[in-house]
């Protein structure tokens, strides 16, 4: 390997070491793009253009730049995630000595943006940063391993954009999205005793069992289109859509005891639509709002392109309501707040590994201007899930049933500059 691609090799490795590990909204979507947006729970993100950051939900909004300017952040995630009430039945019997799984971790998610005015007109800019992954890993030792074991998808997205103004009211903007994508999938039914009803006192061995043990990455392309509307400076609309593509991951693909590292994953990642609206009512208080689609039924199964079924979903679509207010206080400071309701994922089928419900956000954050060039700004929020009762049954290891719940606390801080 020549020392540019083992360069470019390593820089890949370490951002999404970096990246999403905790889903921090339904599905496995990520909202993590900037420490500004999660100050206000996302409310306006698509339109207010108050830092780079805005390239990642609408290519539009770039044309509201009148300066090249940078931004970088951090997004940490700290999620609780607890699966309890566990009932795991083989050959339908309860399997004892079953203990509460707390599957939650710390994830820390970078992003970098830079937007550059080319003149009046164009306007060019590019990010690196992610939209969706999520880790869930149970004990080794658990018994319901066969729907729970080890799940762990991570994204990363390369962004190049371009947004052009046609007059002082309408702005259209779009890009291409170069993706890298990875999972991680074990199920397997680990070594156990059940009682034997013929002598309760010489239990029957159930030898550990592999299911699924995948490990896979690729990369795909995918675009995004969007446009401004300007009334006037105090008042504007933004509209953006985002094409997700079918991610095809190559590795090592094993299937019961069959090896099928000849085909590739399908990970279907979902499109997305936004519509936000930001207001200045007065110099020193605005409102803000975000409406988001979320296409999650695309996510119906995970399969090969040989054709065998790893996994069924069948997800619906999923919302985003998100309002917010910022606050100027003088000079130096802007205080945020805001509030979104999510929508689950999940259907009729629901599932311990990806643990989902609806979500409620409640956020806060500031901006410190150290210059009229520079500032720091910094968001927090506390995600609410809610307890979900979970039925799942696989021939021939049996089914389990279990109450689950994700709540999340993300803190994110980020460093912007205009030139």
Same mark, same amino acid.
């Given at each position: ?5 083992? =360069? ?14 905790? &889903? ?36 539009? /909004?770039?044309?509201? =730049? ?22 795991? #039945?083989? /050959? ?54 066969? =729907? ?5 998808? #991570?994204?990363?997205? =390369? ?11 309408? +702005? ?18 680990? /070594? ?23 490990? &896979? ?94 996994? #069924? ?8 309501? /998100? ?13 945020? &707040? ?24 409640? +956020? ?21 899930? #809610? ?18 719940? &994700? ?13």
């Amino acid at each position: 390997m020549n020392k540019k691609r083992l =360069f470019t090799k390593s820089i890949v490795a370490l951002t999404v070491a970096m990246a999403s590990q905790q &889903a921090a909204a339904a599905g496995f979507q990520l909202n993590g793009q900037s420490a500004t947006g999660l100050g206000r729970a996302f409310a306006g993100d698509a339109v207010i253009a108050d830092n780079a950051s805005v390239l990642s939900r609408n290519a539009a /909004a770039m044309a509201l =730049f009148d300066a090249p300017a940078i931004s970088l952040g951090l997004n940490v995630i700290d999620t609780d995630i607890q699966v309890k009430d566990i009932d795991y #039945k083989f /050959a339908g019997q309860s399997i004892p000595g079953q203990s509460n799984q707390s599957v939650g971790g710390t994830a820390y998610v970078p992003n970098i943006y830079y937007i550059h005015p080319i003149n009046d007109k164009f306007t060019v800019g590019g990010g690196i940063y992610s939209n969706f992954g999520t880790k869930t890993e149970f004990d080794d030792s658990f018994s319901a391993n066969a =729907f729970g074991g080890l799940t762990d998808v #991570k994204s990363i997205n =390369f962004a190049l954009s371009v947004a052009y103004r046609i007059n002082e009211q309408f +702005s259209v903007g779009g890009g291409l999205d170069l993706i890298y994508g990875s999972g991680k999938l074990q199920r397997y039914v680990p /070594a156990f005793q059940v009682p034997n009803p013929m002598d309760p006192t010489k239990p029957i061995d159930v030898p550990k069992t592999d299911l699924v043990d995948i490990d &896979a990455d690729g990369y795909a392309l995918g675009w995004n289109i969007g446009g401004v509307y300007e009334v006037n400076e105090d008042h504007r609309f933004g509209l953006s859509y985002r094409y997700s593509p079918d991610l095809e991951a190559s590795g090592d693909l094993k299937h019961a005891t069959d090896d099928i590292s000849n085909d590739k994953l399908i990970m279907p990642l979902p499109d997305m639509a936004e519509f936000s609206g930001f207001h200045k009512l007065n110099d020193q208080f605005a409102v803000h709002y975000s409406v988001q689609w979320i296409r999650w039924s695309e996510f119906d199964k995970l399969e090969t392109t040989g054709g065998t079924e790893l996994n #069924k979903y069948e997800w619906k679509d999923g919302w985003h309501y /998100a309002l917010g207010g910022t606050y100027y206080l003088n000079n130096d400071w802007e205080l945020r &707040a805001g509030y979104m309701y999510d929508t689950s994922a999940q259907d009729k089928l629901t599932s311990i590994s990806v643990p989902d419900s609806d979500r409620q956000w409640l +956020s806060g954050g500031f901006t410190y201007h150290i210059d009229n060039k520079s500032n720091i700004d910094f968001g927090l929020t506390y995600l609410m899930g #809610k307890d979900i009762n979970v039925e799942e049954s696989k021939m021939p290891v049996g089914s389990v049933t279990a109450t689950t719940r &994700a709540n999340a606390w993300l803190y994110g801080v980020q460093y912007s500059r205009s030139f």
